[in-house]
């Protein structure tokens, strides 16, 4: 548990409930929380601060949440071109791999991506973490240990398809030869017991654990690669815990595709249909939305995850925000992974999330405003999180998660309008210190709980003694690729009657 904190005489943007702002005021910080904010707060406290951070110059703003992410690609960064997500799949979770990365691999990465979030100003992230090829307590001890290491707030959840390869697509089975589509039949896949019972370890083990700084959530992926059995346990789970359900739908065409062949609908309308839509739901990408579809997000009172730039990264299309908005839709925002955003930079996020529906509508006045973009990035993840009334916002009784900016830098000079300058001027430079739960866990430059560049050759010595992996996995996935092109290509041609591509 962290010590009192004073953060005396910032300017305070508390993106609170009211929307206040103080040209200067204190923050008092006790066992994690926020005691009271305002000018003099410190002055006027009963006790002593045991650590005064003097905040002359500096902003004090909610800390960022990154809402959607992926460990297990941190290591990935750069190395693939820009393909569609079903090409792009066998390289990131290979369907033939027959063994894990190890241990040290998870946690190593993990802790990287932890440290470069940190460093942001980033306090919270959503991780959808996948396993290839299977989950194990290991693997998934190994990601928490490293959040609870590195000291951010992390909502970890087990991404794992348990259906074989070539029934999450539309007409992969028949364009196959029976050689590679056996040799998915006999990949390792995990049976619903299997997931449920790793499932029980991550919320006994870890869901509250570091005075509540880690917490679980549940991922089926995406609805067509799990088993209707192990989806509707899930649900169960997410709502005996009241925990968040990440589901991947829609995020191309191909998938709208998908749902008309397999099911004769569109996935949500699949998802609404099972029961499994509610308020816990996070739905992932949702791009290829019709008004239907919207309507039934809306009335279950799902929240979207807008992950821009992966969208952009892999041609998947332009989310139909300004429908989503317009039905009531809570959005929040994502960096996905590494190797379909290259970074964790959720100010890039924010400013691409803007700018991208400039080209979508004639209307200006309708496009997304600087506040807009800032309430995703804090209160829309804590919304997401199912934590909104801790988090996301600076306000008595919320936890301490904070992100310290120096005004004092090329993105506030001239300082214009605060809002607009944060989202479509600031890249993360900025940042002086990040706390989270009321402990300094960023400051001069480093992050405290963790031996930087010890950290770095560390990951660069296992990324090269993973090469061999890679090798092969490169290798299937150049023997795989001429069918799932002709896969995506015949479900590119096929009229879905809309699009979310630019023409």
Same mark, same amino acid.
């Given at each position: 548990?962290?010590?009192?904190?004073?953060?005396?005489?910032?300017?305070?943007?508390?993106?609170?409930?009211?929307?206040?702002? +103080?040209? /200067?005021?204190?923050?008092? *910080?006790?066992?994690?929380?926020?005691?009271?904010?305002? $000018?003099?707060?410190?002055?006027? +406290?009963?006790?002593?601060?045991?650590? #005064?951070?003097?905040?002359?110059?500096?902003?004090?703003?909610?800390?960022?949440?990154?809402?959607?992410?992926?460990?297990?690609?941190?290591?990935?960064?750069?190395?693939?071109?820009?393909?569609?997500?079903?090409?792009?799949?066998?390289?990131?979770?290979?369907?033939?791999?027959?063994?894990?990365?190890?241990?040290?691999?998870?946690? #190593?990465?993990?802790?990287?991506?932890?440290?470069?979030?940190?460093?942001?100003?980033?306090?919270?992230?959503?991780?959808?973490?996948?396993?290839?090829?299977?989950?194990?307590?290991?693997?998934?001890?190994?990601?928490?240990?490293?959040?609870?290491?590195?000291? *951010?707030?992390?909502?970890?959840?087990?991404?794992?398809?348990?259906?074989?390869?070539?029934?999450?697509?539309?007409?992969?089975?028949?364009?196959?030869?029976?050689?590679?589509?056996?040799?998915?039949?006999?990949?390792?896949?995990?049976?619903?017991?299997?997931?449920?019972?790793?499932?029980?370890?991550?919320?006994?083990?870890?869901?509250?654990?570091?005075?509540?700084?880690?917490?679980?959530?549940?991922?089926?992926?995406?609805?067509?690669?799990?088993? /209707?059995?192990?989806?509707?346990?899930?649900?169960?789970?997410?709502?005996?815990?009241?925990?968040?359900?990440?589901?991947?739908?829609?995020?191309?065409?191909?998938?709208?595709?998908?749902?008309?062949?397999?099911?004769?609908?569109?996935?949500?309308?699949?998802?609404?249909?099972?029961?499994?839509?509610?308020?816990?739901?996070?739905?992932?990408?949702?791009?290829?939305?019709?008004? $239907? @579809?919207?309507?039934?997000?809306?009335?279950?009172?799902?929240?979207?995850?807008?992950? $821009?730039?992966?969208?952009?990264?892999?041609?998947?299309?332009?989310?139909?925000?300004?429908?989503?908005?317009?039905?009531? #839709?809570?959005?929040?925002?994502?960096?996905?992974?590494?190797?379909?955003?290259?970074?964790?930079?959720?100010?890039?996020?924010?400013?691409?999330?803007?700018?991208?529906?400039?080209?979508?509508?004639?209307?200006?006045? @309708? +496009?997304?405003?600087?506040?807009?973009?800032?309430?995703?990035?804090?209160?829309?993840?804590?919304?997401?999180?199912? /934590?909104?009334?801790?988090?996301?916002?600076?306000?008595?009784?919320?936890?301490?998660?904070?992100?310290?900016?120096?005004?004092?830098?090329?993105?506030?000079?001239?300082?214009? @309008?605060?809002?607009?300058?944060?989202?479509?001027?600031? @890249?993360?430079?900025? #940042?002086?210190?990040?706390?989270?739960?009321?402990?300094?866990?960023?400051?001069?430059?480093?992050?405290?709980?963790?031996?930087?560049?010890?950290? /770095?050759?560390?990951?660069?010595?296992?990324?090269?003694?993973?090469?061999?992996?890679?090798?092969?996995?490169?290798?299937?996935?150049?023997?795989?690729?001429?069918?799932?092109?002709?896969?995506?290509?015949?479900?590119?041609?096929?009229?879905?009657?809309?699009?979310? +591509?630019?023409?």
């Amino acid at each position: 548990m962290s010590g009192s904190l004073l953060i005396h005489n910032a300017r305070v943007l508390a993106l609170d409930d009211a929307d206040r702002e +103080w040209p /200067r005021a204190d923050i008092v *910080i006790e066992a994690g929380e926020i005691k009271a904010i305002g $000018p003099d707060a410190g002055r006027d +406290w009963p006790r002593p601060a045991e650590r #005064v951070i003097e905040g002359n110059g500096l902003l004090a703003m909610p800390g960022l949440i990154n809402a959607h992410f992926h460990s297990p690609g941190n290591l990935m960064k750069g190395m693939l071109p820009g393909l569609p997500l079903e090409l792009f799949m066998l390289h990131e979770v290979p369907p033939l791999a027959a063994s894990g990365d190890g241990s040290r691999l998870a946690y #190593v990465r993990t802790l990287i991506g932890a440290v470069e979030m940190l460093r942001r100003g980033i306090t919270a992230v959503h991780d959808d973490a996948y396993h290839v090829p299977v989950a194990t307590r290991e693997s998934v001890d190994a990601i928490m240990h490293a959040y609870g290491d590195a000291g *951010i707030r992390a909502t970890v959840a087990i991404d794992q398809p348990n259906v074989v390869e070539y029934e999450k697509y539309p007409f992969l089975a028949e364009l196959l030869p029976d050689a590679e589509r056996h040799a998915m039949d006999r990949a390792p896949r995990q049976s619903a017991e299997e997931l449920l019972e790793l499932y029980a370890h991550l919320i006994q083990r870890w869901h509250g654990a570091a005075d509540g700084r880690l917490a679980a959530a549940v991922s089926c992926s995406a609805p067509q690669r799990v088993s /209707r059995d192990y989806f509707a346990a899930l649900s169960e789970l997410s709502r005996r815990h009241d925990l968040p359900f990440n589901i991947h739908i829609l995020e191309t065409k191909l998938q709208r595709v998908l749902g008309e062949v397999k099911f004769g609908k569109s996935l949500v309308r699949y998802v609404h249909d099972l029961g499994l839509l509610d308020e816990r739901t996070m739905v992932i990408h949702a791009i290829w939305l019709d008004e $239907p @579809d919207i309507e039934l997000l809306a009335a279950a009172r799902c929240t979207v995850a807008h992950n $821009p730039v992966c969208n952009l990264r892999l041609g998947s299309g332009v989310m139909p925000y300004f429908a989503l908005r317009a039905a009531g #839709v809570p959005i929040c925002l994502g960096s996905d992974e590494m190797n379909t955003d290259d970074t964790t930079n959720m100010w890039f996020v924010a400013k691409t999330a803007a700018l991208l529906q400039t080209v979508a509508r004639l209307e200006y006045r @309708d +496009w997304p405003a600087a506040p807009e973009m800032l309430a995703a990035l804090t209160r829309g993840g804590a919304r997401a999180l199912r /934590r909104a009334d801790r988090l996301g916002q600076l306000a008595p009784g919320f936890r301490a998660d904070i992100a310290l900016l120096d005004l004092d830098t090329h993105a506030f000079t001239p300082l214009n @309008d605060l809002r607009r300058q944060l989202v479509f001027c600031e @890249d993360g430079g900025s #940042v002086r210190a990040t706390i989270v739960a009321g402990r300094v866990v960023y400051e001069n430059g480093r992050v405290t709980t963790v031996d930087e560049k010890a950290l /770095r050759a560390e990951a660069r010595e296992l990324a090269s003694a993973s090469r061999a992996t890679l090798a092969r996995a490169e290798g299937e996935a150049r023997r795989l690729e001429p069918y799932y092109r002709q896969m995506y290509l015949k479900a590119a041609a096929r009229d879905v009657g809309f699009t979310r +591509w630019l023409q």
